[in-house]
């Protein structure tokens, strides 16, 4: 009599389980760069574009008593590397060089002005202003003039940019950006334009309102740049 033995299928071992893993995942990483790199294949797989956001809801309204006098125009080349210890960039850490432009404007705000500020003479001649001094606004940056030049990325980053929320995120090389676009303006002059640049205004106005002699002053006050 014949006994038939059946083998059982061998299992794979988890080490073996691992490897394939990591395999799959780098063949599907690098089929997607090549992929990338032949356009004719891009524009046969294109995607679509579909805006399905909801309406902006006004969330509130503010009075705005400042003159913005004067807009200062800047861009910056940041390049922030962040590495890891003890391993070296081509497993782990990341390079970014991005071209940051935006603008800072500078403001003197007309509603710190009080009547104690204002000196009118009888006659209505002669008129003489004390205004606060010009201060920065925030830095914007102009998404249309910024870019990244390029981003060096190690495996490790490489691959948990696959399974991440947001692998293209720039949020570090932008406040960065701002940070040398704000520290600039300080240093530009733009406060000292936007005085010159309100005092003309104020002059203007009331020379049109008949007053022959004007005098603008500045006092102390948030003072943030050159």
């Known amino acids: 009599m014949t006994t038939s033995i059946k083998r059982l299928p061998r299992r794979m071992p988890g080490w073996a389980k691992l490897v394939t893993a990591v ?97 009118v003479n009888e006659d209505r001649t002669s008129a003489t202003l004390r205004l606060p001094h010009a201060a920065l606004g925030e830095p914007a940056l102009d998404p249309e003039r910024s870019y990244a030049v390029s981003k060096q990325r190690g495996l ?11 692998p293209n995120s720039e949020q570090a090389v932008q406040k960065l950006a701002s940070r040398h676009i704000g520290d600039a303006a300080k240093g530009s002059g733009l406060t000292k334009r936007a005085e010159s640049n309100t005092t003309d205004m104020l002059e203007g106005l009331l020379h049109s309102l008949g007053f022959k002699e004007v005098d603008v002053s500045y006092g102390p006050g948030p003072k943030n740049g050159a």
């Open 23 to 119: 395999v799959l995942v780098l063949a599907v990483m690098f089929a997607g760069i090549r992929l990338s790199l032949l356009p004719g294949l891009k524009d046969f797989f294109g995607t679509e574009t579909h805006d399905r956001s909801g309406p902006a809801l006004l969330e509130s309204i503010q009075d705005i008593s400042r003159y913005d006098a004067a807009s200062g125009n800047f861009q910056v080349v940041v390049d922030l590397e962040k590495d890891a210890k003890y391993l070296p960039d081509a497993i782990r850490g990341t390079r970014t060089l991005y071209v940051g432009a935006g603008t800072v404007d500078a403001y003197v705000d007309l509603g710190q002005v009080g009547k104690q500020d204002v000196t």
């Open 156 to 166: 490790l980053d490489r691959l948990g940019d696959l399974f991440s929320d947001n």
